[in-house]
Each structure stands twice: as C-alpha cells, then as structure tokens.
C-alpha cells in the first residue's frame, strides 16, 4: 500500500493569536492517538478573514477554531450551526463535513460543564452567580442554562449588559434569570451553589488582582469556578478555597473544550488525561 504523507490540517484563526494554547494539547492528542493531524495558530486579521474561510475549504482541511475577534464574524460563512452557538450568537468552531458544508460550534460552554462534571458538580437545579456579560460569560450561562440550571444571575458594572444576557436566557431557554449590578464589595446571596469568575481579571499580567467581591460570603456548599487559565490558581480560587468551597479552574475548562474539538475533527474520543497533561506542563496544575 502506497504510504500517505498528506496530513489532516486543523488549527486556529485570530488576531492576536500568539498566546493562544490550544494547539497544544491537540498536537499532544493527536499524537498520543497515533493521527497524522496538525493544529496551526494562525494569525488572521479582519481584512484577510474572507480570504482565510475560503482556505478552509481549499486546503481540505477537517476545521478550525476561531478566537478574537472572529468568534461573530464568522457566523455569515457557515452553512449550520448548532443550538447553543445560535442562541450564544458566537462560534468558536468549524467543522467540515463530509460534503463540504461548514458546521458551526461553540465548545466554551460545554468545556465549563464538562470540568464541572469532573469535579463532582453539575449545574441542573442550581443556583447559579456569573461575574461578567461578554463572551465568555454568554457561552457558559447558555450551556449552564441547557444542562438544567435553575437560576442564572449575571453580574456586571454595565447593569444594561447583565440584563441583556439574562434576557437571552429567559427568551431562549428554560431556566430562571435576572442580573445584578457589580458594585463594590458585591456579596454573594445566601442559596448561591455554583460561583463563576467569567472575567479577565487575575489573567497573566493582572495575576495580583481577584474579582470585587466581599469573600467572607462565600461558603463551604459553593462550587467556585474561574475561566482564568494562567495562572490556575487564582487568588480568586485561593479565597474561595480558604473559606472551604470546591474550585474549578480555568484549566479544566480549557482541556475539556479543547477535547470536544478533538471528537469534532476527528471522530474519535479524545485522551484528556494527555490534553491535561501537556495543560499541566505548560501552565501548572489542572
């Protein structure tokens, strides 16, 4: 049997993209899988973008991710798009099929549940608090909110924006929502089960800083939660963890969207553990 040398090209699209990690540890499950498949960091500015997404379909390839600032952009080129990336508004992967039509994912949430899960927690029947309205926050209340939440608050300085997403969620979905200003020294209310940093603050350069918050109401029955993955231990998780609560890093949710995108590409179960590992190497404990 003539011997293949061509490989299945994925990889990511964005501007700035040179601090982005995912290829990573889809390299490491690629190869730990024994798959003649390479992830790409691309830099891809709006100007090139149109040029970019007929590259996909040019170049073969099995799909993409997408990051800032196409997440939105990209949603006019696809020919599909699943539940949660259309009632998020936002993809943040492409599949192409088999026929060359382009599916359009958002795996962001669904990695936050995952990590969820692989702590012991789950967001059906919960009381659930997100600090934050933007990107990251809409994915996880959509997919917190189609897992069977039962309440979302969403939090924010920009009041306006917190009721927009707890809007969505009502309009869109069947779990309760409402929002709440974020002044300082917010207290987190009393029934509160799952705590969600969906915030950039604490993220590499702002490591010394911890979202606004009075701590001492956080309790041992919460799960607290950050979206930060570098570093992983957050001061926002190291408050959390002295006062008794379960804590879900960034990392958790990085690696299990990342394996989703795996099983998107290639078919296959992705060997977290390894995906893990390499998250571990580069950024610290998972």
């Not at 659930?128 to 924010?156: D, P, Q, Y």
Request: aromatic residues 6%; contains cysteine; proline residues 5%.
């Amino acid at each position: 049997m003539e011997k293949n040398y061509r490989a299945e090209l994925t990889g990511v699209f964005g501007d700035p993209v040179e601090g982005n990690p995912t290829g990573v540890m889809e390299e490491a499950a690629y190869e730990a899988m024994g798959l003649n498949y390479r992830y790409i960091t691309m830099k891809v500015t709006p100007e090139g973008f149109p040029d970019a997404m007929k590259a996909i379909r040019a170049l073969h390839m099995k799909g993409v991710n997408l990051t800032m600032p196409h997440k939105i952009a990209v949603i006019p080129y696809l020919d599909e798009l699943s539940e949660a990336a259309s009632i998020i508004g936002a993809v943040n992967a492409v599949v192409v099929r088999e026929d060359g039509s382009l599916f359009g994912e958002n795996t962001d949430g669904k990695g936050f549940v995952e990590a969820l899960l692989r702590y012991g927690s789950h967001p059906e029947g919960k009381n659930i608090m997100i600090l934050g309205a933007g990107g990251a926050a809409r994915a996880i209340a959509v997919e917190c909110a189609l897992a069977g939440a039962a309440k979302i608050t969403v939090v924010n300085r920009t009041v306006s924006k917190a009721r927009e997403l707890a809007d969505l969620i009502l309009a869109k979905t069947n779990a309760e929502a409402g929002s709440l200003a974020w002044t300082p020294g917010l207290e987190i209310p009393d029934g509160t089960d799952i705590l969600i940093n969906a915030t950039c603050i604490g993220l590499g350069n702002d490591r010394a800083n911890k979202p606004d918050i009075r701590y001492e109401t956080i309790t041992p029955n919460m799960t607290v939660s950050d979206v930060v993955f570098n570093p992983s231990d957050t001061l926002f998780l190291q408050e959390a963890s002295r006062r008794g609560a379960q804590t879900v890093n960034g990392l958790g949710m990085l690696a299990c969207q990342g394996a989703r995108n795996f099983t998107l590409w290639t078919g296959a179960e992705a060997p977290l553990d390894i995906m893990i590992k390499k998250l571990r190497e580069e950024f610290g404990e998972v």
